[in-house]
């Protein structure tokens, strides 16, 4: 017996084929509402939205498939299963009935046993196939109410991590980032005697790990920057922090800058990140210090390695630090930006003051229409 009362529409012109069909199903337990061609077997879906169909091929008015068709039409992606009633064997035959949707065939004369077993296990997979819609439909009802919490927090984290001092006005930052939150994170601090702390990073993630990242970093780098100490102590604390706090596939690579500007002088730890250029306008690029160390929250302090490059600047040196989603930004055919395409722009030629804005622009220009493959950040910071 069903679990619950089922209808079955029963389309069959044969009057006594008819009764007998409907006779083994109500005795089955299932509600049965009949029609005797295919334009009545339309009307009568429409009407009562049968749990399933029992069709005969050939009928009046209108035949059983293309009645069929018009019914799989009005189901859309609903499973309601239609058996076809033949008295033929033959395989062209079988095959336009499934062709015209049918779900299964029963040749006449009707066996009540066949009749009432494959309407059974089509009604059993029918049930499964709500019980699977149900839950699919739970499942994506819990992922959008995860999504729509994780955006909170991103955005209530991000607020938090940005809410530190504001960049230095002899620094100009741009941040294209690929998600709500960035997985680039830019940081300066000032410090006694003319001196800057700056830090670029680039973390593995985006979005809620990015922002849960930026605020441990954050708070790390300003505490101890406003602490005095150095440059060497704040990264070696990041490191530690992120090498606990962190599975061991995260970590940020990183570029650290201690600018001096009344000595005229910078010290640079670089960890898996593109190199810092040194750019002079009547010169054009006259440093690259690359990379020489690995990203922070790899390995223990233990393991920490604190290799550093130091160079003396001019009054009129201006210094670059990007992320690797600045070069590797692709136009629509699938090019990328390339480091050599910056390094034309920071040409000997390049007017100081307009480079910036020159580098932002032909970015912008070169990407339209694309989609962000990865964060993008640009810092200049010229000498007080």
């Known amino acids: ?170 620094i100009r930052y741009y941040c294209s980032p690929k998600q709500l939150t960035s997985g680039d994170i830019f940081l300066a601090a000032e410090l006694p005697g003319s001196r800057q702390y700056l830090v670029l990073g680039d973390f593995t993630g985006h979005g809620l790990s990015a922002a849960l990242g930026t605020l441990l970093v954050s708070e790390a780098f300003y505490s101890m920057a406003a602490s005095g100490k150095s440059l060497e102590q704040v990264l070696r604390t990041i490191n530690a922090r992120l090498k606990e706090a962190t599975p061991g596939d995260y970590f940020l690579a990183a570029l650290a800058v201690e600018l001096d500007h009344r000595q005229r002088t910078l010290q640079c730890w670089n960890g898996s990140m593109p190199p810092l250029l040194e750019y002079r306008p009547a010169r054009g690029i006259v440093e690259r210090i690359g990379s020489n160390n690995l990203p922070l929250g790899i390995v223990t302090n233990d393991g920490f390695e604190y290799n550093t490059s130091h160079c003396k600047l001019n009054a009129d040196s201006r210094l670059y630090l990007y992320s690797d989603g600045l070069i590797e930004t692709c136009n629509t055919q699938g090019k990328m930006f390339g480091g050599e395409q910056l390094d034309a722009l920071l040409s000997e030629d390049s007017r100081a003051d307009g480079v910036f804005d020159t580098i932002i622009d032909t970015l912008c220009e070169f990407r339209a229409g694309t989609v962000h493959r990865d964060d993008t950040t640009l810092v200049e910071v010229k000498l007080r």
């Open 1 to 170: 017996m069903p679990e619950k009362e089922q209808t079955i529409l029963v389309a069959d012109d044969d009057h006594a084929s008819r009764l007998i069909t409907e006779k083994v199903l109500t005795n089955s337990g299932y509600t049965v509402v009949s029609a005797e061609n295919g334009k009545e077997a339309i009307r009568a879906f429409q009407q009562y939205r049968p749990n399933l169909v029992v069709m005969d091929i050939y009928m009046p008015v209108m035949d059983g498939m293309k009645a069929t068709r018009r019914i799989k039409q009005l189901i859309g992606k609903q499973f309601i299963p239609v058996i076809f009633l033949t008295s033929s064997s033959e395989e062209r035959v079988l095959a336009r009935c499934l062709a015209a949707g049918g779900d299964d065939f029963i040749t006449k004369p009707v066996s009540p046993l066949v009749l009432k077993t494959k309407i059974d296990s089509l009604l059993r997979l029918q049930n499964h196939e709500k019980s699977v819609d149900a839950t699919n439909r739970e499942l994506r009802n819990r992922l959008e109410h995860v999504e729509t919490e994780i955006e909170i927090a991103e955005r209530i984290l991000y607020k938090i991590a940005h809410s530190f001092p504001a960049t230095p006005d002899n």
